[in-house]
């Protein structure tokens, strides 16, 4: 059965909500990556959706994509694998080896030791820096007024090539304001890519600028309990 007869209702419906989010904002179909966030669920539970055709993944947790995604990536070589959630230093090593974006680069420790893999490792995933945009004391991320100093560190101290930002927005507030501030720092700083936008809001994100959407549950369904 190839690729094509294979249906995953919620991904269609996600897919067809990305095209006229596209169109509606007048731009080219498909300029929108669609990260299908595949947290918590098992190896079983993501086949479906890598049967459906997706190929781009994201995981919030270096230690559960460990588990489950090298079996995946051997079955399906083309998967592309984006670590949506913050990072820990002792963590860059496998994070550098398994993923081919993230998305979450928020302060020079970190930016160290991804600088430190990527020189060992002669590996290079896309790097986002993640902002802060509500100031929100308990989530990660760069606060807006200090991004333009940290990215420029990130370039000319660590030497990585930062290709673009990424952001969630406080659950409370209207996203399209934190959408509009990420998308004129990253105009400030010649950043190509925009991580934001998720199962409430992806829309939104794709009518200011977004070219990455974080979607899981309108695709997976309800999440199963993470294992503590």
Do not use: Y
């Not at 993501?46 to 079955?75: D, M």
């Not at 991580?195 to 959407?213: K, N, P």
Request: aromatic letters at 4%; a neutral charge; charged letters at 25%.
């Amino acid at each position: 059965m190839t690729n094509q007869t294979i249906r995953h209702d919620g991904l269609d419906a996600v897919r067809e909500q990305v095209a006229a989010a596209e169109k509606a904002a007048g731009r080219p179909a498909g300029s929108v990556r669609l990260i299908a966030v595949s947290k918590t669920f098992d190896a079983d539970g993501i086949r479906p959706v890598i049967a459906a055709g997706q190929r781009v993944f994201g995981e919030n947790r270096v230690q559960e994509a460990l588990a489950k995604w090298p079996a995946l990536k051997a079955e399906t070589p083309d998967i592309e694998l984006h670590l949506i959630g913050p990072l820990q230093s002792n963590k860059a090593r496998d994070a550098v080896a398994l993923f081919d974006a993230i998305h979450t680069i928020d302060r020079d420790k970190i930016a160290r030791a991804i600088a430190a893999e990527i020189a060992r490792a002669g590996r290079s995933p896309r790097l986002l820096v993640q902002v802060n945009t509500g100031a929100e004391p308990q989530k990660a991320g760069v606060l807006p007024e200090d991004t333009d100093a940290f990215v420029e560190r990130c370039r000319s101290v660590h030497g990585l090539a930062i290709d673009g930002l990424m952001c969630i927005p406080p659950v409370e507030e209207a996203p399209a304001p934190h959408f509009a501030l990420l998308a004129k720092i990253a105009a400030r700083l010649g950043l190509a890519s925009l991580s934001m936008g998720m199962s409430a809001d992806f829309e939104t994100a794709i009518a200011f600028g977004a070219t990455d959407v974080r979607v899981g549950s309108a695709i997976f369904g309800t999440r199963p309990p993470i294992a503590t």
